[in-house]
């Protein structure tokens, strides 16, 4: 097994703004507490897979249906998600949001692939505060016919196609 088992990938579609890169940050380091944890990497070995491309998508627009893209790619599973960005709050509260978006993401994946329970969260300290250069794919949503405005989520077909 790789050194990291989980892998992330960031983006944020964007509608005319940008989304905050102080919860791509948290997002991202959410997953490396998450992967550094010997409990997670126990509960990941029971897939057989060896390692999780986790790529996530965060939207600035009303999250009303999150979408979600599980494939397996060889050896490696390819795990899309769609996240709301959340308001205003402290570094911490911020966190909080961040280690319960991608554990819900993970628990998605466990039920998919009938894992045992997940293991508890991490102790998840903030963000280092040199994680100013945290990689992020940045694209501009197509427009959508007026009908299909209001649906406040990305279709499967857009997660599946954001990162390549």
Avoid at 71 to 82: K, W, Y
Avoid at 119 to 146: F, G, N, Q, T, W
Wanted: with cysteine; net charge neutral; aromatic share 6%.
């Amino acid at each position: 097994m790789d050194e990291f088992w989980l892998h992330p990938r960031l983006g944020t579609a964007t509608r005319g703004g940008r989304a905050p890169r102080h919860y791509l940050i948290a997002l991202q380091h959410a997953v490396h507490v998450i992967d550094a944890d010997p409990r997670w990497r126990q509960w990941w070995l029971r897939s057989g897979m060896r390692g999780c491309h986790l790529g996530i998508v965060t939207e600035g627009c009303d999250h009303l249906r999150p979408s979600a893209d599980i494939r397996r790619v060889g050896d490696q599973l390819r795990a899309n998600f769609t996240c709301a960005l959340p308001s205003a709050c402290s570094d911490q509260e911020l966190m909080r949001r961040a280690m319960t978006e991608v554990r819900t993401m993970l628990e998605v994946i466990r039920a998919a692939m009938a894992l045992p329970a997940l293991p508890p969260d991490p102790e998840a300290a903030p963000p280092p505060s040199s994680a100013d250069d945290v990689p992020v794919i940045e694209k501009a949503l197509p427009s959508v016919p007026r009908e299909l405005a209001e649906q406040g989520y990305l279709t499967l077909t857009q997660v599946q196609n954001f990162f390549g």
